[in-house]
């Protein structure tokens, strides 16, 4: 009895009650018999955007206020390095139990209580009575950050697992969006004169309340399976350390152009400052501008095209703008670095998820791991070329880095059965890449 199995969101459709349906085509001798098999509340992937919103707007707020935590202490250059090693250093270490706690306590818990200890950490960094003090605040703020940034990517595949088609990358640009928000409102409100110790506090209070507001519209935590790691660290190790060097070179790339395109304006194009500032800009935009194409993109694409293809042009983006050594070229080169690095992390943590054998938190923690040593190392690395050298000759390792993506990306994806092609019936069921049913038109 030939019997085919696929699923489909495209056969699925909304009930009375405002509910998206996921179907399952069961075909039997040439004719199919349709039945419903999830009911996904609309409301999930809203509280998974808001999460990502928030934590993009945690970050920003942190970052705008950099200089103000300098001054309030009174600090050296070293000691705001120091500083914000520890939030890198309490990054790191939670990352590598997040796994752990999520398939412990659920991506649902684990999100709300991560959530509100980002929050609580936001408003409390201005408010510390001392530089230590401050110093022991940002370790707590990488740690919540981190949990955070896990949890909510187990919670978003698990998302994308039931609508049956990509949707990471939005959820990614919403990191975006919540990154440029925080420092437009931090912008707007100094402006205004209102102090940064104010605005700190109202942001934890609004993403607290948030948290809070979105957390019942989850999805029920996801029953591991016997074959899943379970609830114990989980070292990175087979196709996530290649997923993770790929995560890592993305973030080399990311982090060089967050610390270092301003300065390379400013210092070796000798431009003004106002129009420098716009080297973020340019670059932050772009980021957020790809992530919300990027779905539609991987799914018409792959994986594989958008990341070899991504890194590509990044590499000649970063080429291109050293080479010119014009302001408006450095401006349009660092928009389509953006663009092409813009889907890295998201498609890399979706295909995390989906590698045999291990739960989707132990595989995006075990990527997020090794990416945030690219994201926290590169930006040193650079500085220290540049020292040596000049800055334009140490940018250089950013379209080597971007370009060595492109390569791994062809290499490491077919391993896991992204082979180019639409990546659409894999996002549709939470089952490891390469063992998905035969489908049937």
Same mark, same amino acid.
């Not at 100094?190 to 109202?202: D, E, I, P, S, Y």
């Not at 590509?312 to 291109?320: E, R, Y």
């Not at 997020?368 to 190392?377: I, M, P, R, T």
């Given at each position: 009895?030939?019997?085919?199995?696929?699923?489909?969101?495209?056969?699925?459709?909304?009930?009375?009650?405002?509910?998206?349906?996921?179907?399952?085509?069961?075909? =039997? +001798?040439?004719?199919?018999?349709?039945?419903?098999?999830?009911?996904?509340?609309?409301?999930?992937?809203?509280?998974?955007?808001?999460?990502?919103?928030?934590?993009?707007? /945690?970050?920003?707020?942190?970052?705008?206020?950099?200089?103000?935590?300098?001054?309030?202490?009174?600090?050296?250059?070293?000691?705001?390095?120091?500083?914000?090693? %520890?939030?890198?250093?309490?990054?790191?270490?939670?990352?590598?139990?997040?796994?752990?706690?999520?398939?412990?306590?659920?991506?649902?818990?684990?999100?709300?209580?991560?959530?509100?200890?980002?929050?609580?950490?936001?408003?409390?960094?201005?408010? =510390?009575?001392? &530089?230590?003090?401050?110093?022991?605040?940002?370790?707590?703020?990488?740690?919540?950050?981190?949990?955070?940034?896990?949890?909510?990517?187990?919670?978003?595949?698990?998302?994308?697992?039931? &609508?049956?088609?990509?949707?990471?990358?939005?959820?990614?640009?919403f990191f975006s969006l919540g990154g440029l928000?925080?420092a437009a409102l931090a912008s707007l409100l100094?402006? %205004?004169?209102?102090?940064?110790?104010?605005?700190?506090?109202?942001?934890?209070?609004?993403?607290?309340?948030?948290?809070?507001?979105?957390?019942?519209?989850?999805?029920?935590? +996801?029953?591991?399976?016997?074959?899943?790691?379970? &609830?114990?660290?989980?070292?990175?190790?087979?196709?996530?350390?290649?997923?993770?060097?790929?995560?890592?070179?993305?973030?080399?790339?990311?982090?060089?152009? !967050?610390?270092?395109?301003?300065? !390379?304006?400013?210092?070796?194009?000798?431009?003004?400052?106002?129009?420098?500032?716009?080297? &973020?800009?340019?670059?932050?935009?772009?980021?957020?501008?790809?992530?919300?194409?990027?779905?539609? /993109?991987?799914? +018409?694409?792959? /994986?594989?095209?958008?990341?070899?293809?991504?890194?590509?042009?990044?590499?000649?983006?970063?080429?291109?703008?050293?080479?010119?050594?014009?302001?408006?070229?450095?401006?349009?080169?660092? /928009?389509?670095?953006?663009?092409?690095?813009?889907?890295?992390?998201?498609?890399?943590?979706?295909?995390?998820?989906?590698?045999?054998?291990?739960?989707?938190?132990?595989?995006?923690?075990?990527?997020?791991?090794?990416?945030?040593?690219?994201?926290?190392?590169?930006?040193?690395?650079?500085? %220290?070329?540049?020292?040596?050298?000049?800055?334009?000759?140490?940018?250089?390792?950013?379209?080597?880095?971007?370009?060595? =993506?492109?390569?791994?990306?062809?290499?490491?994806?077919?391993?896991?059965?992204?082979?180019?092609?639409?990546?659409?019936?894999?996002?549709?069921?939470?089952?490891?890449?390469?063992?998905?049913?035969?489908?049937?038109?």
């Amino acid at each position: 009895m030939p019997l085919s199995v696929s699923a489909s969101p495209a056969d699925g459709g909304n009930d009375a009650s405002g509910q998206s349906h996921v179907r399952i085509h069961v075909g =039997l +001798r040439g004719g199919h018999v349709i039945q419903p098999v999830l009911s996904l509340p609309r409301s999930a992937r809203l509280a998974t955007n808001v999460h990502f919103f928030l934590n993009g707007l /945690a970050f920003a707020t942190w970052g705008v206020h950099v200089p103000t935590f300098k001054h309030l202490h009174g600090l050296s250059e070293a000691e705001v390095a120091l500083a914000m090693l %520890a939030a890198g250093v309490g990054a790191l270490v939670a990352v590598l139990w997040a796994g752990a706690l999520v398939g412990r306590f659920g991506a649902r818990a684990v999100c709300a209580v991560s959530g509100l200890m980002t929050a609580a950490a936001v408003g409390a960094l201005l408010q =510390l009575p001392s &530089y230590w003090t401050g110093v022991m605040g940002l370790f707590v703020f990488g740690v919540a950050n981190s949990l955070f940034d896990v949890a909510m990517n187990a919670h978003a595949v698990e998302v994308e697992a039931a &609508y049956g088609r990509p949707i990471m990358s939005s959820c990614h640009g919403f990191f975006s969006l919540g990154g440029l928000g925080g420092a437009a409102l931090a912008s707007l409100l100094a402006v %205004a004169g209102v102090a940064a110790t104010t605005h700190t506090l109202w942001v934890a209070i609004g993403a607290a309340a948030l948290t809070i507001a979105v957390v019942p519209a989850m999805l029920p935590d +996801r029953a591991q399976t016997s074959d899943e790691t379970g &609830y114990s660290f989980m070292r990175p190790r087979g196709v996530i350390v290649l997923l993770g060097a790929m995560a890592a070179l993305g973030l080399v790339a990311e982090g060089a152009m !967050y610390d270092w395109s301003v300065l !390379y304006l400013r210092e070796s194009l000798a431009s003004p400052q106002a129009l420098a500032a716009l080297a &973020y800009a340019s670059f932050s935009v772009a980021m957020a501008i790809g992530r919300f194409a990027g779905d539609r /993109a991987r799914a +018409r694409l792959g /994986a594989l095209t958008l990341l070899s293809v991504g890194g590509t042009l990044a590499a000649s983006a970063m080429l291109a703008v050293l080479l010119i050594g014009h302001p408006v070229a450095a401006l349009a080169g660092f /928009a389509l670095v953006g663009l092409g690095i813009s889907n890295v992390v998201p498609v890399l943590f979706s295909c995390a998820s989906r590698v045999p054998g291990i739960s989707p938190a132990h595989g995006i923690s075990g990527v997020a791991s090794l990416g945030y040593l690219g994201f926290l190392s590169g930006p040193p690395i650079i500085g %220290a070329v540049a020292q040596v050298a000049t800055l334009p000759v140490a940018l250089c390792l950013v379209a080597l880095f971007a370009a060595a =993506l492109a390569v791994l990306a062809r290499r490491v994806l077919p391993i896991m059965g992204e082979l180019g092609t639409s990546t659409d019936d894999k996002a549709s069921r939470s089952v490891p890449v390469g063992q998905e049913p035969r489908q049937h038109g």
